[in-house]
């Protein structure tokens, strides 16, 4: 019996074919996972089930019963809930707000609050959450804001759940705590999808598999019993993957930058506090944590754009310091952790983000240099094959990959000695993905000095020499990548395992 | 003693359209679309207001179709912004334009005058006897009431804070905005209504004369509540009834004039860090 | 596919020409407005073409209308770049206007192109700081410019009246105005017998200096990156402050040089109120020129025929001149509404499509 039946679905955006006649299914109680790139439709697919967006073809059976969906607020109804990659949450608003608006208790025309906070703070202690129902939902984390978009479907009763890429944002102990809650659901009768990349997850939670790529099925309902990660890693891409690169530092030479004791305080809250260290030429020095607890200020610090309270930050021995312009300058390249808003103006063309940053270098008196940018950008086009039809087509007409390699191209062709690179690969597509990280080695071999900020586990324990933890502001552990396991870095990456990463000698 | 009681008169009887149309302004805001239209409605309420009365013989009537008048230019900024996704500053100057434009016109058509309509019915008394007074301390307690206490208020915040995630929940963003801002439009109205049928009795070319305007800047002051719309407004009128009372005295009108204007910009510099509109604002709930 | 290709291509040249579709929306729109007041729209239309072109006069006055348009537009536009939005034309233009007269009455006697030119520096510079005041709010205080604009735009009105109502007013005389400037301080004329002064050619070589401005040089690159994206701007080492003051302190005597050249060419005098809402016009001028400083040429002209037009047309027909404000905030509206022009075509097309 199935819960959902999707058709023949097909769905053409201006300049993609993104959904090329999809057959999906779900099972009544399962778990499926939707596995692919990104970039492969998964989402677009769900979108369609949810009533977001509406396909060109193709037919929807929902509880064997066909339906045409054309607003969330049918899918509601037919009992779907959708938790967004992006929360769907407002933040100054209460947790009970967010939760029950669209289907409230009311006393005529009124809200009836008492009774909403009631019902939402029994939903919290059933599933055994620390959250309280009158909380500002900007006031809670990451995961706790993550469980208020899972109640939010709970509550409209939904009896088949969509989760986009639900642990993206999440540590360890979240991702088991999330699966913990959907083996719940499941038990319960509620029939789930998880739209993922990650292999391991998959074969962790799902029953079953589904894969798709540049928008076609490749294969579905695929038990998950009795299949390897690496074929469903060549389903996915389409050919065969090297799983985890694993090429550590040959040399490590003299200090590049030193970091001292950077406090920046916001709000009466300490954001960073006192975080210290030094970056050699030669190596890679990765953090990890959750994010927002630092990362971004810690970042924006070491690249000028915010002001510290206390810092004293010494590239080869002289003091850093000013705008972002001087740090550029001084040969500190960064690579922002979203492209979207700091790396690229996506409505500007190829060729002028591919000077964005050093516009200063092609121009006299104020004037620009236009033959010199164009013979240079065409030359970065073609070094680091960044697929754009000519330099003058706008940024967000590419795919993310080739925007992130826009971003790259142009902080790596201007030779920067240290490196603040942040996210490098979100949102990139495997290939582009094993092309950043073969180019990141090779610069570290060259004797530059990185710093790599990732959300991503496997990327920072892959690529880093060495590893620092953030919690809260703070460096709490410090080692090389091979000392932590998995769990601890999740235990250290929320506070619970305190001040000790030195432990490992 | 008499210029106190005029000034307190004068004062509050400038205030009225002011806080009719800031009100309306705060719906608007808060359903997620800028209110830079609001002189239009203005514009329109007085216009329409002394057309009601004109044909009708009826003081009530015009103020009905008054707020008709700014109603239907309320729905107007709102299909454009909401459906047509016009940046939501141009639509409302180029609604004001076109009001003041088309209401001089129609002048032109209907009264051959381009400076003012014929005398019609209007409402007697001053401000403390007029109905329209009362309508608008209750539209002010009624629109609290709305925007915290009901379901109805609750959706609309929400709107204007994220018309996305209001979308994923099933909400009909567009339906909830277009009630706001429509019913900014009427609000607008009315207060254009009280300024050609019951401060005067006539409609004179350009009448709201930029009161929109700073009814948008009464509404930002005021951080978008209803109650504090109403202390901001009285400094505006009180100011406007200083310069009324000063004139002749000595001290150059010019100068009077320029007072509250310099205050809100002074207030804009200095407190502007400190008041948040709703993150939505400008924000469409499909791209 | 060749078939999708061709629809795609025509798809992107209505895209591309867009404003003007809007245009000849509107001016239809207008024309029906004219059929409504009794008038015939093709006679009228006839008539404001032959008022606005036929004849030196015609073309003359067309150009005299459009001089102010070209500046507000352009003003307009420079501040749109870093995405700020001017509505502070009315009161830069009336600061520039005071600017040029403080020049131009001062006691001494001067040649005339150092008296004009040092009155035009005036009124750019009155004009460029009262514009570059906004700029620093919006800077320093996160001010919303669109409401500092406003207000300032009243103070300088009231601040130009009280001027001419108390320390500059011409003595023995009771209406709020200066002296007639000496004949020195008049723009030159370019054509004899006509009110057309180099005013429009200072107009056209300000437009053609923002437009290498824009096309050639770092503050050009760096206040696109501005008008697009702060963040990126930001970490690309952009001084956004700095960026968005400069343009907007650009476009402040751009509104300055319009208030300058109509005192100094047209009323030869400082005035209370003369100016006629400028600033508003010069969102219309920008929006049909898609923001690009060429394009505001011709559509400063083009509005400036429409106003030509329309004069004459008052005259020997009656309609009334406010019919072209009417056209004029439809135009806003049309052409800042893609999709608006888009549903109205789809329905004529419709239309079209049932009847063949």
Known sequence: MYAVEMKNITKQYPLVLALDHVDFALKKGEIHSLLGENGAGKSTLMKVLYGICRPDEGTIIVNGKQVDLKKPKQAIDLGIGMVHQHFMLTPVMSVTENIVVGCEPVRGVIFDKASAQRQVQEMIDRYGFQIQADQKVKELSVGEQQKVEILKAIYRNAKILILDEPTAVLTPQEVEELFRILRELKKAGTSITIITHKLKETLEVADTVSVLRDGRMIQSDISTKGVTTEELAQ??????????????????????????????????????????????????????????????????????????????????????????????????????????????????????????????????????????????????????????????????????????????????????????????????????????????????????????????????????????????????????????????????????????????? | MSDLMSVITSTFSMSVPLILAALGGVLSVKSGVMALGLESMMTMGAF???????????????????????????????????????????????????????????????????????????????????????????????????????????????????????????????????????????????????????????????????????????????????????????????????????????????????????????????????????????????? | MSEKKAKLTAKIIIEKYMSVVALILALILGGIIIFVCGYNPFEAY???????????????????????????????????????????????????????????????????????????????????????????????????????????????????????????????????????????????????????????LAAAAVCIGVKLIFDRTRLGYESRCVGLSIPASETAGIKIGKVMIIAMLISGAISGLLGGTHVLGSDHRLIADFSSGYGFDGIAVAALAGDSPIAVILSGIIFGALRAGCMVLNRTTGIPTEFIDVIQACIILLVAAPLLVKDILRIGKRRGGRKA
């Open chain 3, 46 to 200: 006839a008539s404001i073409f032959e008022g606005a072109f036929i004849g030196k006069t015609a073309i003359c006055q067309t150009l005299i209308q459009a001089t102010p348009l070209i500046f507000a537009g352009l003003a307009y536009v420079v501040a749109k770049r870093v995405n700020l939005i001017n509505l502070g034309i009315e009161g830069q233009l009336y600061m520039g206007a005071l600017g040029a007269s403080l020049v131009a009455l001062m006691p001494v006697s001067l040649p005339t192109p150092v008296l004009i030119v040092s009155a035009l520096i005036s009124a750019m510079l009155f004009g460029g700081l009262y514009a570059g005041l906004v700029g620093a709010m919006k800077v320093k205080f996160g001010s919303n410019e669109v409401i500092a604009t406003m207000m300032l735009n009243t103070i300088a009105q009231n601040f130009i009246s009280y001027m001419v109502n108390y320390p500059l007013k011409e003595e023995g005389k009771t209406l709020a105005q200066t002296r007639l400037f000496d004949e020195t301080a008049w723009l030159p004329k370019l054509v004899n017998g006509t009110q057309l002064t180099i005013g429009i």
């Open chain 1, 235 to 505: 389903m996915m891409v389409g050919r065969e993957v090297e799983l985890g690169i694993c090429r550590k530092t040959q040399s490590v030479g003299k200090v590049r930058l030193n970091v001292k004791e950077i406090t920046l305080r916001e709000k009466e809250k300490t954001v960073l506090d006192k975080i210290s260290f030094q970056l050699k030429e030669g190596e890679i020095l990765g953090i990890a944590g959750i994010e927002g607890n630092g990362q971004t200020e810690l970042i924006e610090c070491l690249t000028g754009i915010r002001k510290a309270d206390v810092s004293l930050i010494e590239k080869d021995g002289e003091k850093l310091e000013g705008a972002p312009g001087d740090f550029i300058s001084r040969k500190v390249g960064h690579i922002p952790e979203d492209r979207m808003t700091r790396g690229l103006v996506l409505e500007l063309s190829v060729r002028d983000n591919l000077i964005l940053g050093y516009q200063k270098l092609f121009q006299k008196n104020g004037v620009m240099n236009r033959r010199r940018i164009r013979e240079f950008t065409e030359n970065l086009l073609k070094e680091y094959g960044i697929k754009a039809p000519n330099i003058s087509v706008k940024c967000s007409s590419l795919s993310g990959g080739n925007q992130q390699k826009i971003v790259i191209a142009r902080v790596f062709s201007e030779d920067p000695d240290v490196l603040i690179v942040a996210q490098p690969t979100r949102g990139v597509d495997i290939g582009a993905i094993e092309y950043i990280h073969e180019r990141l080695l090779k610069l570290r071999d060259e004797g530059k000095a990185i710093l790599l900020i990732s959300a991503d586990l496997d990327e920072v324990k892959n690529l880093s020499d060495r590893l620092m933890v953030m919690y809260d502001g703070r460096i709490v552990a410090e080692g090389l990548p091979e000392q932590f396991d998995d769990m601890h870095l999740g235990l250290l990456m929320t506070g619970a395992a305190g001040r000790e990463g030195l432990q490992y000698e």
């Open chain 2, 48 to 287: 329409c207001g002394v057309l009601g009365s004109f044909y009708s013989g009826n003081a009530v009537i015009g103020i009905l179709a008054g707020m008709a008048g700014g109603g239907l230019f309320g729905l107007g900024h709102a299909v454009l912004s909401v459906r047509y996704k016009v940046n939501q500053v141009i639509s409302g100057i180029g609604l004001n334009l076109l009001a003041v434009a088309a209401t001089t016109l129609l002048m032109q058509i209907i009264w051959d005058n381009k400076g003012s309509s014929p005398q019609v019915a209007s409402i007697d008394g001053n401000v403390f006897t007029s109905p329209i007074t009362y309508i608008m301390l209750a539209v002010m307690f009624f629109e609290y009431f709305l925007l915290f206490k009901t379901r109805f208020g609750l959706r609309l915040r929400m709107v204007g804070e994220n018309p996305k995630a209001a979308s994923t929940v099933g909400l009909a963003v567009h339906k909830i905005k277009y009630i706001g801002v429509t019913a900014s439009g009427v609000l607008a109205g009315l207060g254009g209504a009280y300024l050609s049928l019951d401060h005067l009795n006539m409609y004179v070319r350009d009448m709201s004369a930029g009161r929109g305007y700073i009814a948008v800047a009464i509404m930002i002051l005021a951080k978008y509540n209803p109650f504090q719309v109403l202390l901001c407004a009285l400094i505006f009128g009180f100011s406007d009834a200083l310069q009324i009372s000063f004139q002749g005295r000595g001290v150059p009108p010019q100068i009077m004039a320029m007072l509250p204007y310099a205050v809100t910009l002074l207030v804009l510099a200095f407190g502007a860090r400190h008041i948040t509109p709703p993150a939505g604002v400008g924000c469409h709930d499909d791209d």
